[in-house]
C-alpha cells in the first residue's frame, strides 16, 4: 500500500473526529424549569400538606412554601435555596436524601421523591431559582 491509498481513510478519520467535536460543543442547554408550571405541582403534591402556614413543618422551621417569597425567605434561620447552586442548597440535599436520613423531606414516613422530581427541583435552582 503507498500513502497516497491511505490518505482517504485519514481525512475520514479526521473528519469523524471533527464532526464528534462539534456535536460536544453543541450539547444542547437543558430546557428551562418553570417554576409555576413545573416545581410548584412538585410541592403541592409533597410538600403543602406540612409547609404552607399552620402545617407542622411550617411551624417546625418557618418554612412557609405558599409563595415564590415565602419559598425563598426560607426557615427562622434563614434560607434554604441558594440560587445557581442545588449542590449546596438546603432544600435539595433534604429531598435528595443527601442529610442524615432523619432529616430527609418530605418528612415522617412519606414516601422520597421520584430522580425525575428532585431533578427539576435541582435544575431550577441551578438555572437562577427564579420566580417564572
Ligand atoms: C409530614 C410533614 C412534612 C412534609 C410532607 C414535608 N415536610 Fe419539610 N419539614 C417538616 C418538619 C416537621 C420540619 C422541621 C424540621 C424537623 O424537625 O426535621 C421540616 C423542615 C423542612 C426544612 C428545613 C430544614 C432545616 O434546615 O431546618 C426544609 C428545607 C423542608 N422541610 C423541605 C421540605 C420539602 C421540600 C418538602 C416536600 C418535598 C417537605 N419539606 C415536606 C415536615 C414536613
Known amino acids: 500500500m503507498t500513502m ?57 422551621s418557618g418554612l412557609d412554601m405558599s409563595t415564590y417569597e415565602s419559598l425563598m425567605k426560607g426557615t427562622k434561620f434563614g434560607p434554604v435555596i441558594r440560587p445557581g447552586d442545588s449542590t449546596s442548597s438546603t432544600l ?13 423531606m418530605p418528612h415522617g414516613d412519606r414516601p422520597p421523591l421520584s430522580k425525575e422530581e428532585t431533578q427539576v427541583i435541582a435544575r431550577w435552582i441551578d438555572q437562577g431559582a427564579k420566580n417564572n
Not at 18 to 44: H, R
Not at 92 to 104: F, K, Q, T, V
Request: proline share 10%; glycine share 8%.
Open 4 to 60: 497516497l491509498n491511505k490518505t482517504p481513510l485519514i481525512w475520514a478519520g479526521a473528519l469523524a473526529a471533527a464532526l464528534l467535536l462539534s456535536g460536544c460543543e453543541k450539547a444542547p442547554e437543558q430546557p428551562p424549569v418553570s417554576f409555576s408550571k413545573d416545581v410548584v405541582p412538585i410541592l403541592k403534591q409533597h410538600c403543602y400538606e406540612c409547609h404552607l402556614p399552620g402545617g407542622e413543618g411550617q411551624v417546625a
Open 92 to 104: 435539595s440535599i433534604l429531598i435528595e436524601g443527601r442529610a442524615d436520613p432523619s432529616m430527609r
